[in-house]
């Protein structure tokens, strides 16, 4: 379920979430969602090398590079999404586990 919030962003931010959005043809909330889904994604793996998601930053960005090659239709693209949530939402729970384990070791 999506909520709705008002984010306020830098102005060259901005900018630079509308060139892509316009780019890969996605809305602006979608290309937000993507890029915190994407960090998050990345910190996981950075905090928790040993956590392997079903897909890795490097396969994100070659769908985006598929997509920059037109070889992408839209419904592939919005799979490729679904499956970056998805795999960010089980980031996310990893990520909750195991500060919950650190803090009762505390």
Known sequence: M???YQVLLLEWLEEHVKYLADKYDLSF???IRGQI???TLTA???LYPEYK???TVKEILEKFKEQDKNVLTREDMHRALSKIYFETGKA???WKEREKAQKKKK
């Open 29 to 31: 909330s979608e290309m």
């Open 53 to 55: 998601p079903d897909i």
């Open 2 to 4: 999506l909520k709705k």
């Open 92 to 94: 996310i729970e990893y």
């Open 37 to 39: 889904c994407f960090s």
């Open 44 to 46: 996981v793996g950075y």
